[in-house]
């Protein structure tokens, strides 16, 4: 498999500005994670899809993020009217269906810096 | 509701030594259990996971753990480390009857020296 890709790898923005995230799961993976990860911190689950249904969203998950996976395929997070609490390693992850204890294949991250 | 902890932020081994990782839960039930691996700019890789099947569990890269319910703990091993094993490492649990939501520790930074 080719892994899970991430872009940007790297984000810095302004505060205020709205921010767009892509996550490229293994092709024949259905299910898609997104979690968030602070300085010296694990990280954090944020929301999971199943194919293209998100079935799942932590409380972490404020409204101004909102994450999509049209068609099942790839998924994007945006982040709209950026703080700088917002700074962090957003992390995608996949898996195959499947039990609890299903491996979950990592993307790079994409690290965000909010000024 | 589940948690993990994993004690010691920061863990200093001269190459050849024992790594030795702790990793404590918290669950009603025991959970499925992981451990992770985060070489600097590099996705998290699985290390090795306790399913049920055998409470000593092998990994890669040489590393093992060992699930013990009576001490609700699930410590990571190796028995000599190489300058290789230098990166930060996650344990994380699942409950058996999710769809696999991980939640993982607040990580231990493994530093290897000569």
């Known amino acids: 498999d080719t892994g899970v890709s991430q872009n940007p790898r790297h984000k810095i923005t302004k505060r205020g500005q709205n921010v767009t995230f892509r996550c490229d799961p293994i092709?024949?993976?259905?299910?898609l994670y997104w979690y968030r990860q602070t300085l010296g911190q694990g990280p954090e689950f944020l929301t999971y899809?199943?194919?293209?249904?998100?079935?799942?969203k932590s409380r972490l998950l404020s409204d101004r993020f909102s994450a999509e996976r049209p068609k099942g395929s790839f998924s994007t997070l945006e982040i709209q009217r950026t703080e700088q609490g917002d700074s962090a390693m957003y992390l995608c992850?996949?898996?195959?269906?499947?039990?609890?204890?299903?491996?979950?294949?990592f993307g790079p991250g994409t690290r965000l810096t909010v000024t | 509701a589940q948690s993990v902890t994993q004690l010691g932020s920061h863990v200093s081994v001269s190459e050849g030594a024992l790594v030795l990782l702790r990793c404590n839960y918290s669950?009603?039930?025991?959970?499925?259990l992981f451990w992770y691996v985060q070489y600097p700019n590099q996705g998290l890789q699985l290390l090795l996971k306790?399913?049920?099947?055998?409470?000593l569990v092998k990994g890669i890269n040489g590393f093992e753990a060992e699930f013990k319910k009576s001490e609700t703990s699930f410590h990571l091993t190796k028995p000599s480390a190489h300058m290789s094993d230098a990166a930060e490492y996650f344990c994380?649990?699942?409950?058996?009857?999710?769809?696999?939501?991980?939640?993982f520790g607040a990580g231990t930074q493994v530093v290897v020296t000569p």
């Open positions: 992850a996949s898996s195959p269906s499947g039990t609890g204890n299903t491996k979950q294949y």
């Open positions: 092709s024949e993976h259905n299910r």
């Open positions: 899809f199943q194919n293209e249904a998100q079935l799942e």
């Open positions: 669950s009603s039930v025991p959970p499925y």
């Open positions: 306790y399913t049920s099947a055998a409470t």
């Open positions: 994380a649990v699942s409950a058996t009857d999710s769809w696999g939501k991980l939640q």
